[in-house]
């Protein structure tokens, strides 16, 4: 599970900082909130604490404070999702977020496992690619094959300190190498709000 927000976290740091560099010529940072990454750039900015608001989900969501929700019915998935927490929540630039993470795998996961992911900044996709999921279980000391049980997971994310403002879209599909979904998660209008 954290591999996906692991995975997030580098995608949309490597595609934003390539935006940065073109559009503004300045820094580019990355934050994930959860299995979701929200993209930053190039402006520096300052938040105050207080124009944060929790990130919640608005449709079927994840269990825990977080701001995730299921893609469809997850009762056929093979990632059973028990909880997702992060602390703190919202997350604060400059802070380390700790992501902490609990499900069931239902089956043994195997090499050729993949992740179809995008990230939208409001209605511009800033990276829509597919990924190898087992390439990167080794960035949570993981590796494929994964079997069958419980798991829990928990990772610190050290988070830039300037985060622009708006609205951030993110979905991850991921499969087993035989097709089968094994979760699919998204964050719809995650918002990060200016200091004024």
């Known amino acids: 599970l954290y591999s996906i927000l692991h995975l997030l976290l580098i995608r949309s740091h490597e595609v934003l900082q390539t935006l940065a560099i073109m559009k503004f010529l300045s820094t580019a940072a990355a934050l994930l909130v959860c ?3 929200i993209s930053t750039s190039a402006r520096s900015l300052d938040f105050l604490k207080s124009s944060q608001s929790p990130i ?3 449709g079927k969501s994840v269990a825990g404070d977080n701001p995730l929700e299921y893609c469809n019915d997850p009762s056929g998935d093979v990632l059973d999702i028990k909880q997702v927490d ?11 977020l700790v992501i902490t993470a609990s499900g069931t795998l239902r089956e043994k996961i195997e090499e050729g496992a993949y992740v179809l992911l995008e990230v939208k900044y409001g209605l511009i996709t800033l990276l829509r ?8 279980l080794v960035n949570v000391d993981l590796k494929c094959p994964l079997g069958p049980g419980d798991m829990t997971l928990t990772k ?9 403002p708006g609205k951030y879209n993110v979905q ?8 089968e ?3 699919c998660l998204k964050a719809v209008n995650v918002e990060f709000k200016g200091p004024f």
């Open 129 to 136: 690619q597919t990924a190898d999921l087992c390439e990167q």
């Open 56 to 58: 919640q989900a608005q």
């Open 35 to 37: 299995l979701a990454p």
């Open 172 to 179: 991850a599909d991921v499969f087993t190498k035989d097709d």
């Open 156 to 164: 610190q994310v050290e988070l830039p300190k300037q985060i622009p």
């Open 86 to 96: 992060l602390a703190p929540n919202p997350p604060l630039p400059g802070k380390t």
């Open 181 to 183: 979904r094994i979760t």
